[in-house]
């Protein structure tokens, strides 16, 4: 049994690996065969994971609108939305952003509260310090009864799981288009990452589905095997 919960990455991407537009970030890359499996992620996930600056561009983030999915949850005994937890170091967000009127629970994990914190950030129901890393604090929220984040971005986010080797699934949306720029979905460089992630097994692809609108969704799950027998 794993000892911390199971993170699924999910997003969209363009051809060439972009995440978002370089102009304009808020614009969405997905069309409705990727809202929709969107939405089925979020059903699936006792909690979403984004960046602070993530939520700072977008000013909210998605919610299930499908009712049979929110039905299905609500069977089930959980929220009509999962928890959002944001993850940032900086605790400034405008206090008109419409996130803090979205119908759900908003988590903040950051590294240090200061004097005066609590009051600014009013609008979180609950906050949690990140620990050593991100391996210890994923930990912490398996405690708070967190088993299943669908893990939304930014790529800076993303980056210090994929680090950590902490990311167990990728469902990732190919939209066609090429974006060109700066925002991939992995802006950083190759010696960072753990050896295991480069091997041509590290990987299983589960399944690919057509989107419609010219859109596949790949999954792959992480082969922790890997890892194991190069230890061995």
Known sequence: MLDSPWVKLVLAMSIDGRIAFTQNKKITLGGEGDRK??????????????????????????????????EKRKSKKL?????????SKRKL?????????QPLNRWLITDKLAEGDNEKLKGFDKKILIKNNWSE??????????????????????QSLFIEDNIDELQLTITPKILGGENSLTPFKKDNLPINLHQNNAWILKNVNHLGGNELMVNYIRNREVKLNNII
């Open 137 to 158: 604090t994923l930990k912490i929220l398996k405690k708070y009864g967190i088993f299943k984040i669908a893990l939304l971005g930014g790529a800076k986010l993303a």
């Open 93 to 101: 967000f405008r206090e008109d952003l419409s996130f803090f009127n």
């Open 79 to 87: 929220p009509s939305q999962p928890i959002t937890i944001i993850a």
């Open 37 to 70: 499996v969107l939405e089925e992620a979020l059903a699936w996930a006792d909690a979403t994971l984004i960046g602070g600056q993530t939520l700072r561009i977008h000013e909210n983030i998605c919610l299930i609108h499908n009712k049979k999915l929110i």
